[in-house]
């Protein structure tokens, strides 16, 4: 079976603490992503990488970054944590090209206060 | 405006009753589109996927796609109350290389 697992289901962090999301896929799949989920606003691309060491920006890169050393592994990083950061993070992974399906992780609900 | 515009809802059916669930997009660059399930407190998982436009069945599920009015939905028949879930449309832009998606319909359907 499919497998895309997020390190932590909840977290709760205060304003200012560096945070990070890991997220590993057993796939093998070239893409991974993370998005962030808010009601009334869908789930929105925060960055993306096509292979190990590479990434790129998507629609809302500002307060965040990524990690991909490994391939089976994206890191999202907080560096400076804030209360408009407090949101569902979803990761997901896809093989390389660009009509394939995307799997997902269960979610880190992140609570910043 | 949002490329991707989905029937907000909520949606409240009885058992057995048919749903449509329908997203309007306006870039002409997306080819694939998608149909994800998101049960409460759990990720998206794909439900269906279709290329080209007409219809595309699988069970209880009928995705249909109309490329020339840029309108997609997702048609349910004899709903379970199982099928309580929020409904995600998704469409990859082949161009940009990503998925772009709707903001979600959730359905509840009473037993």
């Known amino acids: 079976d499919v497998k895309v697992t997020q390190s932590s289901r909840y977290l709760v962090k205060r304003t200012g603490e560096k945070v990070f999301l890991e997220c590993v896929q057993d796939?093998?799949?070239?893409?991974m992503f993370w998005y962030r989920q808010d009601p009334g606003l869908g789930l929105r691309l925060i960055y993306f990488s096509y292979d190990v060491k590479m990434k790129e920006k998507g629609d809302i890169p500002e307060g965040y970054s990524v990690s991909r050393e490994k391939k089976e592994r994206f890191s999202l990083i907080l560096e400076s944590a804030s209360t408009n950061q407090t949101s569902m993070y979803l990761c997901?992974?896809?093989?390389?090209?660009?009509?394939?399906?995307?799997?997902f992780g269960q979610g880190t609900r992140l609570t910043v206060v | 405006q949002k490329e991707v515009e989905q029937d907000p809802g909520p949606l409240s059916v009885p058992e057995g009753a048919i749903v449509s669930l329908n997203c309007t997009y306006s870039?002409?660059?997306?080819?694939?589109f998608m149909w994800y399930r998101q049960y409460s407190r759990k990720g998206p998982e794909l439900l269906m996927y279709t290329y080209s436009s007409g219809n595309k069945e699988d069970g209880r599920f009928t995705a249909q796609v109309d490329k020339s009015s840029k309108y997609i939905s997702l048609f349910i028949r004899d709903s379970q109350p199982s099928d309580s879930a929020t409904y995600l449309c998704a469409m990859i832009n082949t161009n940009a290389g990503k998925s772009t998606f709707g903001d979600g319909t959730t359905l509840t359907v009473k037993p």
């Open positions: 997901a992974s896809s093989h390389r090209g660009t009509d394939t399906e995307a799997f």
């Open positions: 870039n002409s660059a997306f080819q694939y």
């Open positions: 796939m093998d799949h070239e893409n």
